[in-house]
């Protein structure tokens, strides 16, 4: 199921261009099943952590990693960095132990977009180090044409860098040909913040319909299966 949001692309980028060249798509939520696994590891990250700590992890699901850290710790680097990696080991070990899954039709959706003649670019707020283990854990080394995390780009969600990034790396004709995909108002925001053609928001992880549509989301969708079927009646 898609619905629309109030907020409608700019008439002036998708009358121009109608095919989506690049598909960007978080993991965490969109792609990958959460389960709860990325606020384990920040209990394990801090472990002292207070249910105001706690809901401000879950507010800020999707952003860097490194960014919420630095929040949550007041600005202290050192302790934000011991925090930060602290973190990525925790979720590995999770990851490791067998807590990792694709969401249901996620890795169909990757091959449909591929066989649409997609580039297909997957993005995370987690280390480098960290999202190859999740795609190891997957198998889903070369299902994809791009993995990027904020280091590879300079700076993590809601900025633009990552879409950007992909953009420029899959050398799209324009910024209306990028479609983006994510579960959180952050995913929404860097999207839009690139000048996307499409930003869908999916209801299968952090963030709900209300949030999705009050970040600006021009479509929400009932998971990310929902996408090729939504690029390919768009295009007609």
Known sequence: ???????????????????TELVVLD?????????????EAFRTAL??????????????MGTSKITVFRHL?????????????????????????????????AEETLR???????????????????????????????????????????????????VLTAALRARVSSVAAVAVAGDTDSDVRTGLNAGAGIVAGVRTGAHGEEELRAAGATHVLDSVAALPGLLEAREG
């Open 1 to 19: 199921m898609v619905t629309m949001t109030d907020r409608a692309p700019n008439p002036a980028l998708t009358d121009r261009l109608a095919r």
């Open 47 to 60: 472990p002292g952590a207070g249910p105001e700590q706690t809901a401000y992890v879950r507010a800020t």
């Open 112 to 162: 449909r977009l591929r066989d649409q003649g997609r580039t297909i670019a997957l993005t995370t707020g987690f280390a480098r180090t960290t999202q190859e283990r999740i795609i190891a854990a997957l198998g889903w080394q070369g299902l994809t044409d791009l993995t990027l995390c904020p280091a590879d780009a300079g700076r993590g969600r809601p900025h633009p860098d990552m």
């Open 73 to 105: 710790t007041g600005g202290d680097e050192a302790r934000a960095q011991q925090a930060n990696t602290a973190f990525e080991h925790a979720y590995a070990r999770l990851v490791d132990d067998g807590h990792c899954a694709p969401l249901p039709g």
């Open 27 to 39: 993991m965490a939520g969109t792609t990958v099943a959460d389960d709860g696994l990325v606020e």
